[in-house]
């Protein structure tokens, strides 16, 4: 083994295979590689396996890992001056190996440290004795914003304060786990570790399945089942609060609620009535009993908390002292992430769990005790000076506000400590082991964290057999966080036998229960709605503008009067077909994608994949595609890209009521286009070969074809594409489609009592089905047109608010 | 001092409201040895869709609504009949200012009154380093906390102009001190960010005044106004004390008490807002006669 950092220059040769080549960093422990420099017998296996892998192999396996993140859709949210943008999910393909007993060490001891937190936080939102008898100090409490008054005196429903927490760990220089942090607000991680455990696996599948790897979805199905079992209505679901799709975790919060099949939901889709949260429902309002916590408390009630939050439910906590609701976490649990009060857990733990600290944490002093502030006055070189009541750990986004108290004079450092005391906690700086991650092709040593997740369930708590680790980006820990850099992988805990296969797959003999869909989230409705139109709107663009290209193609300056007949419908969508691919052909592709982007948690994967990548085709065409011929091939290669969305969305998506609006929104938006069409190519004065332009606008040519055998009239084109039932392109199919899926939503149609929306509609499709194609003149369509429009806002009222 | 007490606050819609939640703290507090209670009625018009009430953190009565949708005018309506006890003069007992902090480390407990919850920032009242130096000069040489809670209280009204038009609700209290002028709110806040600066736990509170017509005058209906002051805190013996820095005076028999808080978001009369598409106006008065 060569002592020197092997990636600080390129190889001469071709790179060495698996670990050979490997060298751990001097004096710093390593997962892989023993002090001795001979591999540990847990990463053997891995290690010769990588070693056996050619390196177009070892590209391949690791781009499967890639596609199927990317498949996945999985991003996370990158934070730059004044602006975010989605990142492709940075993994580290090289697995964290852990010890069978390692782990059990560290379960045992982290299931300890959960108990210690639930404890300390029944003292802070109740009698408040740890800081009455002196052993916690005041100003840590009640000089804490994440002590949120409000919450003092309220009892959790469930009896229990904490029901999912994680806890960061690294390995310290003596070769033993540390507690690093705490995390009780909303902690994140568990689902990207999930993802990162199918990356991995698909990377390295033939090593994963022979391995004994516990697996994780057990974790999942019970926790799950806690939540469920927390109900007292077997009627109504969990739901996740997220804080909405800017959030950094969004992906996460969606994709956990998909897993699960809880509702995802934001607090302005939530309102408090007699006491009691309920979700706004196309079928009115919902209880909610059970909400498992993804935003930060003090934003989930406007009213009794932060009065300056747009993203909460005013009235949360006034539900919550009514206790009809079971909040995961309790409101007010980030004030357990507290730094400074790691410098107290220590003593605190053997009065409040019967046994002192199984894993220590990292070494705190809270400058407020005289004491403390002395020894960290006599010996400052290894410890770092940050905010009191900051939370998370001192090296992950290190703000200005913390230093090295050893980088200051010895009086500066007095005087500050004198100054701000209480204000200020000393810790010690963080050493982590290294593990090794692949870069540019070679492995090399790079710090590593993990965070381990430890959900309360029926059976008390239990530990997520694995984690979410953190890979620095660089061979120092401030490296670690992925907002600079860094990097996340999978952790493998390795049994010695033979593990239990567990999925969410129930076992083969319960009994099998359909589950009932409840009802759907107002503002999931509305943005499936308005996804339909997005997507079928973008659909009618594409074929008019397809149509004209190719005519401009054939005929050149020839087709001008053509053109000139089909301006008034571009004009309509705001879109300058002189372009290949218009803007505004390129902005409602946003806005689906936008639209589906608010409802990922009931959206498929597959299908999400197809819309990203039809924006992606549409974006690069629109780039470089010249009208004429060439824009024409390039809008039937995104019409292909359509059909395949429509394919997904018709052929498998089960019609719960979410279906219902996205279709409703498709056949709403196929018919005002139908009908403008009809009217501006259809017309008796339109140019010649504007007939033909419709029956390609209505994607009908070969079906009028057929059934007339002759040029195209207004009489045919009009009964083809306005009146016909049997065309599924026609007014008169998508007006009995809307027809029947309106009958279809809650309380349209009470026995026979239709609601407004379903008279209009009633009403509407009488209208249409009684005329023919002489009294269904321009006027007519441009008065249809009107009256479909309508039915949009009838729904908006009826059922998205 | 027996007091009848009615405060009416009025509000007028353009156009109909959507469905809203308020909370109030608009009535007055039972505080044994300083202000007693015999009834308070608080009706709300039109009626609310539910309503319910608590008791909040630091002990003061709220109450919560549930307004429905539609509404084109709202009134709340509080009457009561309190007695406020002057206790006169009191002697100062309190400890000289570097004294204050031993005091307080030998406090314990996280009660409503344990003066360790208005020591550090809150919502409203972040640090501000000039207002800082204008406390740290305006108490030098004051021998006790007491007396330089009231050098505090004397040099902001000397400094500060009491203007209704200058501030805003919310306006930040580093606009308010830069522009030396606001009404109680921003005085008050002003003074307890000062006092905290100093390492004196402060609390803001929210009451009542009366205002005493000029000599010779007859009193006028709707004269007397919702009111903030200061509730300062001067050492274990000293206990708390109640100043008023818009009149720099302590506070006694004319001021009554709803409740107190870290600043104004505890302690607001009404917080929680209506959905408007339009504009509103608004209008309170307040009558506090002596019976």
Redesign the interface.
């Given at each position: 083994m060569s002592a020197a950092a092997p990636d600080d220059h390129a190889p001469l040769t071709a790179p060495p295979r698996g670990l050979s080549g490997y060298a751990p960093l001097p004096g710093v422990p390593d997962e892989a590689v023993a002090p001795d420099g001979t591999i540990r017998p847990l990463w053997a296996r891995l290690a010769g396996h990588l070693a056996g892998l050619a390196p177009d192999d070892l590209a391949s396996a690791l781009a499967r890992a890639d596609q199927y993140l990317n498949d996945s859709g999985v991003f996370y949210r990158q934070y730059g001056a004044g602006s975010s943008t989605e990142r492709p999910w940075p993994l580290s393909h090289v697995p964290v190996l852990l010890e069978q007993s390692d782990w059990d060490a560290i379960s045992e001891a982290l299931v300890q440290r959960a108990d210690l937190l639930e404890a300390l936080m029944a003292d802070l939102y109740g009698p408040?004795r740890l800081?009455?008898?002196?052993r916690l100090p005041?100003?840590l409490?009640?000089?804490?914003p994440e002590w949120l008054?409000?919450m003092?005196?309220i009892a959790p429903r469930s009896g229990h304060y904490l029901h999912f927490v994680a806890f960061e760990l690294g390995r310290g220089p003596d070769g033993k786990w540390w507690v690093l942090a705490d995390r009780a607000q909303a902690p994140s991680g568990a689902g990207y570790a999930l993802e990162n455990r199918v990356a991995t696996s698909r990377a390295f599948s033939g090593l994963y399945a022979s391995q004994h790897v516990h697996r994780l979805a057990g974790f999942f199905r019970d926790f799950r089942d806690a939540l469920m079992g927390q109900r007292q209505d077997g009627e109504t679901r969990v739901s996740i609060l997220t804080p909405g799709p800017l959030n950094e975790t969004y992906f996460e919060h969606a994709w956990i609620a998909r897993y699960l099949g809880f509702n995802l939901v934001q607090g302005e889709d939530m309102?408090?009535?007699?006491?009691q949260l309920k979700l706004r429902t196309v079928a009115g309002p919902r209880p909610v009993e059970v909400l498992w916590r993804r935003l930060d408390s003090s934003y989930a009630d406007?009213?009794?908390l932060?009065?300056n939050s747009r993203i909460g439910t005013?009235?949360l906590v006034?539900a919550l002292?009514?206790g009809g609701l079971s909040m995961v976490n309790a409101l007010g649990s980030g004030v357990l992430e507290t730094r400074a009060l790691m410098a107290f857990l220590p003593q605190l733990a053997p009065d409040l769990t019967g046994a002192p600290l199984k894993m220590p944490n990292l070494a705190t002093w809270w400058c407020g005790d005289p004491l403390a502030s002395a020894a960290v006055q006599a010996a400052p070189e290894r410890l770092i000076l940050s905010p009191a009541l900051a939370t998370g750990m001192p090296f992950d986004l290190p703000g200005a506000d913390q230093c090295r108290a050893g980088d200051l004079a010895p009086a500066d450092l007095a005087q500050r400590l004198a100054a701000e005391g209480a204000g200020l906690v000393a810790q010690e700086a963080v050493t982590l082991s290294t593990t090794p991650a692949l870069v540019d092709g070679r492995l090399v040593p790079r710090p590593v964290t993990i965070r381990v997740f430890v959900a309360r369930t029926a059976r008390g708590w239990v530990v997520m057999p694995g984690g979410f680790a953190r890979i620095g980006a660089r061979p120092d820990p401030e490296a670690i966080a992925m907002q600079r850099g860094g990097s996340s992988a999978d952790v493998w805990v390795v049994s010695p036998e033979p593990v239990s296969q567990t999925s969410m797959i129930p076992v083969a003999n319960a009994p099998l229960r359909r589950a009932t869909p409840g009802a759907l989230p107002a503002r999931a409705a509305d943005n499936l709605f308005w996804l339909g139109r997005y997507v079928e709107r973008t659909e009618g663009m594409v074929r008019l503008l397809r149509a004209c290209h190719m005519r401009l193609a054939e005929s050149g300056s020839a087709a001008a009067p053509l053109l000139e007949a089909a301006a008034p419908l571009f004009t309509l969508q705001g879109i300058e077909p002189d372009e290949a691919i218009p803007q505004g052909l390129l902005d409602t592709l946003s806005l689906a994608i936008s639209s589906a982007g608010r409802v990922r948690d009931r959206f498929s994967p597959d299908a999400w994949s197809a819309l990203a990548d039809l924006e992606k085709s549409a974006r690069r065409m629109a780039l470089r595609s010249q009208p004429g011929d060439d824009a024409a091939r390039a809008l039937s290669a995104l019409l292909r890209k359509l059909a395949g969305i429509s394919g997904l969305i018709h052929e498998n998506m089960y019609r719960f009521t979410g279906w219902r609006f996205l279709t409703i929104g498709r056949q709403h938006e196929r018919a005002m286009g139908l009908a403008a069409a009809l009217a501006v190519l259809a017309d008796p004065g339109a140019a010649e070969g504007a007939l033909d332009l419709a029956i390609e606008y209505g994607d009908s040519v070969m079906t009028h074809r057929r059934r007339f055998a002759l040029a195209a009239s207004r009489p045919t084109v009009i009964d083809l594409l306005a009146l016909d039932p049997l065309n599924p392109r026609s007014l008169r199919h998508q007006i009995d489609g809307l027809r029947e899926e309106i009958d279809l939503l809650p309380a349209a149609n009470d026995h026979g009592a239709l609601s407004p929306l379903a008279c209009t509609v009633l009403r509407l499709h009488a209208d249409l089905a009684t005329q023919d194609p002489a009294t269904l003149t321009t006027r007519r369509l441009w008065a249809l047109r009107s009256r479909i429009g309508h039915i949009s806002d009838q729904i908006t009222a009826a059922y998205f608010h | 001092m027996r007091y009848h007490l009615s405060l009416s606050i009025r509000y007028a819609f353009d156009r109909p409201t959507g469905m809203a939640r308020q909370v109030l703290r608009i009535c007055p507090a039972d505080l044994p040895g300083v202000q007693q209670v015999s009834s308070c009625r608080v009706m709300v018009l039109p009626a609310p869709a539910a309503r319910r009430e608590f008791t909040d953190f630091f002990g003061t009565r709220a109450i919560e609504l549930a307004l429905p949708g539609g509404l084109t005018e709202l009134r709340f309506d509080m009457t009561a009949e309190v007695t406020r006890l002057d206790t006169g003069p009191e002697a100062d007992l309190s400890v000289p200012l570097p004294g204050l902090a031993a005091d307080l480390a030998a406090e314990t407990g996280l009660g409503p009154m344990s003066p360790h919850h208005f020591l550090a920032p809150s919502p409203r009242i972040p640090p501000v380093p000039e207002i800082a130096q204008f406390a740290a000069a305006a108490v030098a040489g004051a021998p006790t906390t007491r007396a330089a809670v009231r050098a505090l209280g004397e040099a902001l009204h000397r400094t500060l102009r009491f203007d209704p038009q200058a501030t805003e609700v919310d306006t930040p209290i580093d606009a308010a001190f830069a522009g030396r002028q606001g009404v109680c709110q921003d005085f008050s806040q002003i003074m307890v960010a000062g006092l905290r600066s100093l390492g004196i736990p402060a609390a803001y509170v929210s009451g009542f005044l009366r205002t005493l017509p000029p000599p010779g005058q007859p009193r006028r209906v709707g004269a007397d106004a919702m009111h903030a002051w200061v509730r300062a805190w001067t050492g274990a013996s000293g206990g708390w004390c109640d100043y008023d820095p818009t009149n720099a005076c302590f506070a006694g028999a004319d001021h009554v008490v709803i409740g107190h808080g870290r600043d104004y978001s505890d302690a607001a009369p009404i917080i929680g807002m209506l959905r408007l598409d339009g504009a509103q106006t608004s209008s309170h008065s307040v009558d506090l006669v002596e019976i």
């Amino acid at each position: 083994m060569s002592a020197a950092a092997p990636d600080d220059h390129a190889p001469l040769t071709a790179p060495p295979r698996g670990l050979s080549g490997y060298a751990p960093l001097p004096g710093v422990p390593d997962e892989a590689v023993a002090p001795d420099g001979t591999i540990r017998p847990l990463w053997a296996r891995l290690a010769g396996h990588l070693a056996g892998l050619a390196p177009d192999d070892l590209a391949s396996a690791l781009a499967r890992a890639d596609q199927y993140l990317n498949d996945s859709g999985v991003f996370y949210r990158q934070y730059g001056a004044g602006s975010s943008t989605e990142r492709p999910w940075p993994l580290s393909h090289v697995p964290v190996l852990l010890e069978q007993s390692d782990w059990d060490a560290i379960s045992e001891a982290l299931v300890q440290r959960a108990d210690l937190l639930e404890a300390l936080m029944a003292d802070l939102y109740g009698p408040n004795r740890l800081v009455a008898s002196g052993r916690l100090p005041p100003a840590l409490v009640a000089g804490n914003p994440e002590w949120l008054r409000p919450m003092v005196g309220i009892a959790p429903r469930s009896g229990h304060y904490l029901h999912f927490v994680a806890f960061e760990l690294g390995r310290g220089p003596d070769g033993k786990w540390w507690v690093l942090a705490d995390r009780a607000q909303a902690p994140s991680g568990a689902g990207y570790a999930l993802e990162n455990r199918v990356a991995t696996s698909r990377a390295f599948s033939g090593l994963y399945a022979s391995q004994h790897v516990h697996r994780l979805a057990g974790f999942f199905r019970d926790f799950r089942d806690a939540l469920m079992g927390q109900r007292q209505d077997g009627e109504t679901r969990v739901s996740i609060l997220t804080p909405g799709p800017l959030n950094e975790t969004y992906f996460e919060h969606a994709w956990i609620a998909r897993y699960l099949g809880f509702n995802l939901v934001q607090g302005e889709d939530m309102m408090v009535e007699q006491g009691q949260l309920k979700l706004r429902t196309v079928a009115g309002p919902r209880p909610v009993e059970v909400l498992w916590r993804r935003l930060d408390s003090s934003y989930a009630d406007p009213i009794e908390l932060d009065q300056n939050s747009r993203i909460g439910t005013p009235g949360l906590v006034s539900a919550l002292r009514a206790g009809g609701l079971s909040m995961v976490n309790a409101l007010g649990s980030g004030v357990l992430e507290t730094r400074a009060l790691m410098a107290f857990l220590p003593q605190l733990a053997p009065d409040l769990t019967g046994a002192p600290l199984k894993m220590p944490n990292l070494a705190t002093w809270w400058c407020g005790d005289p004491l403390a502030s002395a020894a960290v006055q006599a010996a400052p070189e290894r410890l770092i000076l940050s905010p009191a009541l900051a939370t998370g750990m001192p090296f992950d986004l290190p703000g200005a506000d913390q230093c090295r108290a050893g980088d200051l004079a010895p009086a500066d450092l007095a005087q500050r400590l004198a100054a701000e005391g209480a204000g200020l906690v000393a810790q010690e700086a963080v050493t982590l082991s290294t593990t090794p991650a692949l870069v540019d092709g070679r492995l090399v040593p790079r710090p590593v964290t993990i965070r381990v997740f430890v959900a309360r369930t029926a059976r008390g708590w239990v530990v997520m057999p694995g984690g979410f680790a953190r890979i620095g980006a660089r061979p120092d820990p401030e490296a670690i966080a992925m907002q600079r850099g860094g990097s996340s992988a999978d952790v493998w805990v390795v049994s010695p036998e033979p593990v239990s296969q567990t999925s969410m797959i129930p076992v083969a003999n319960a009994p099998l229960r359909r589950a009932t869909p409840g009802a759907l989230p107002a503002r999931a409705a509305d943005n499936l709605f308005w996804l339909g139109r997005y997507v079928e709107r973008t659909e009618g663009m594409v074929r008019l503008l397809r149509a004209c290209h190719m005519r401009l193609a054939e005929s050149g300056s020839a087709a001008a009067p053509l053109l000139e007949a089909a301006a008034p419908l571009f004009t309509l969508q705001g879109i300058e077909p002189d372009e290949a691919i218009p803007q505004g052909l390129l902005d409602t592709l946003s806005l689906a994608i936008s639209s589906a982007g608010r409802v990922r948690d009931r959206f498929s994967p597959d299908a999400w994949s197809a819309l990203a990548d039809l924006e992606k085709s549409a974006r690069r065409m629109a780039l470089r595609s010249q009208p004429g011929d060439d824009a024409a091939r390039a809008l039937s290669a995104l019409l292909r890209k359509l059909a395949g969305i429509s394919g997904l969305i018709h052929e498998n998506m089960y019609r719960f009521t979410g279906w219902r609006f996205l279709t409703i929104g498709r056949q709403h938006e196929r018919a005002m286009g139908l009908a403008a069409a009809l009217a501006v190519l259809a017309d008796p004065g339109a140019a010649e070969g504007a007939l033909d332009l419709a029956i390609e606008y209505g994607d009908s040519v070969m079906t009028h074809r057929r059934r007339f055998a002759l040029a195209a009239s207004r009489p045919t084109v009009i009964d083809l594409l306005a009146l016909d039932p049997l065309n599924p392109r026609s007014l008169r199919h998508q007006i009995d489609g809307l027809r029947e899926e309106i009958d279809l939503l809650p309380a349209a149609n009470d026995h026979g009592a239709l609601s407004p929306l379903a008279c209009t509609v009633l009403r509407l499709h009488a209208d249409l089905a009684t005329q023919d194609p002489a009294t269904l003149t321009t006027r007519r369509l441009w008065a249809l047109r009107s009256r479909i429009g309508h039915i949009s806002d009838q729904i908006t009222a009826a059922y998205f608010h | 001092m027996r007091y009848h007490l009615s405060l009416s606050i009025r509000y007028a819609f353009d156009r109909p409201t959507g469905m809203a939640r308020q909370v109030l703290r608009i009535c007055p507090a039972d505080l044994p040895g300083v202000q007693q209670v015999s009834s308070c009625r608080v009706m709300v018009l039109p009626a609310p869709a539910a309503r319910r009430e608590f008791t909040d953190f630091f002990g003061t009565r709220a109450i919560e609504l549930a307004l429905p949708g539609g509404l084109t005018e709202l009134r709340f309506d509080m009457t009561a009949e309190v007695t406020r006890l002057d206790t006169g003069p009191e002697a100062d007992l309190s400890v000289p200012l570097p004294g204050l902090a031993a005091d307080l480390a030998a406090e314990t407990g996280l009660g409503p009154m344990s003066p360790h919850h208005f020591l550090a920032p809150s919502p409203r009242i972040p640090p501000v380093p000039e207002i800082a130096q204008f406390a740290a000069a305006a108490v030098a040489g004051a021998p006790t906390t007491r007396a330089a809670v009231r050098a505090l209280g004397e040099a902001l009204h000397r400094t500060l102009r009491f203007d209704p038009q200058a501030t805003e609700v919310d306006t930040p209290i580093d606009a308010a001190f830069a522009g030396r002028q606001g009404v109680c709110q921003d005085f008050s806040q002003i003074m307890v960010a000062g006092l905290r600066s100093l390492g004196i736990p402060a609390a803001y509170v929210s009451g009542f005044l009366r205002t005493l017509p000029p000599p010779g005058q007859p009193r006028r209906v709707g004269a007397d106004a919702m009111h903030a002051w200061v509730r300062a805190w001067t050492g274990a013996s000293g206990g708390w004390c109640d100043y008023d820095p818009t009149n720099a005076c302590f506070a006694g028999a004319d001021h009554v008490v709803i409740g107190h808080g870290r600043d104004y978001s505890d302690a607001a009369p009404i917080i929680g807002m209506l959905r408007l598409d339009g504009a509103q106006t608004s209008s309170h008065s307040v009558d506090l006669v002596e019976i």
